[in-house]
């Protein structure tokens, strides 16, 4: 019996590729949704455990996207905005880059579950496993609804965080859930209605390539309804003074105008363009809110 | 023995090889230097006083 063996060159990846494989963006966003998610909950945690906790759920973020790069190298390689990713450039191995998510993915979640404690680090694998197998493997190519239910995994930072502060859940951290994933649509359909043709080239289901432009228009309309009031909850609910609930109400009239200029746009996609920028400012603005909410001691809440 | 004509066996990287392969040691070096500052961290502020305290 004879086997061929496929020749493999020595690598010319350089740690910048493999910084890149984590998707740092995507990262960073993770670790400040993390970071509220654990700074407003209640009680103290040492700023060394809390460091090392952001820490283990940055890692495991990035273990997620090298998956994610890794089993979408193909669809990647088609679509004009991924193309440059390191696997389709031929800098990194496919195998290479599953092999360092999943040691990342491990490494992380040993590392959260023995230091700080094991009901956080459950929810950094259960968001790893939701962001690979459900969302990428399985969601993504199959259905329209894939970034409504795969969005879950972007949701689940702050939870993490809370939960490493913690040790438990609580009706703010599913607030905050709630949020980011009534964000997720209007977000990334804003962006797909003009990337449609790159959709449409690497064959996958997004709304605006199966259902059209229109009733996608329609959809963002709807979630942003939903997301605006859900927005200012966090003031209503009296977990945020009322500099946050100022914040959120103008920001989330905003996001429904502009989602209000996408439903009647036609040819040209400024106000799909405006929507997606202006959507991702609006949740760093509402997390940023949180976050000075509570280094004020709740000053602003006096005046609520 | 004169093996000196014999080009040497095993793979010769070239240069942006090897370029690639120190800059990821110097990576992988950092990470596990930080990983153990860490860990010397945490375990500083898990133990705090008690560090000194063992059954004798």
Redesign the interface.
Known sequence: MSVTVARVE??????GD?IELMKPRVMSLVVFTALVGLYVAPGHI?P??A??AL?CIAVGAGAAGALNMWYDADIDAKMARTAGRPIPRGHIAPGDAAAFGMTLAAFSIVTLGV?INWFSAALLAFTIFFYVVIYTMWLKRSTAQNIVIGGAAGALPPMIGWAAATGSIAVEPIVLFLIIFFWTPPHFWALSLYRTEDYVRAGIPMLPVVAGATETRRQILLYTLILAPLGVAPWLLGYAGLGYGVVAVVTGAIMIALALRVRTEREDHNASKQLFAFSILYLFLLFAMLLVDRMTGGLSSLFA | MSDMQKPEPG?R??E??L???R??S??IALALGAFVV??F??T??KLGGNVLTRPM
């Open positions: 020595p690598s010319i990846a350089g740690a493999y040492h060394v455990m460091g090392a820490l230091l | 793979i990287l070239t942006q090889q370029r690639a392969r800059n990821r110097i990576a860490v860990i961290l945490v500083l502020v």
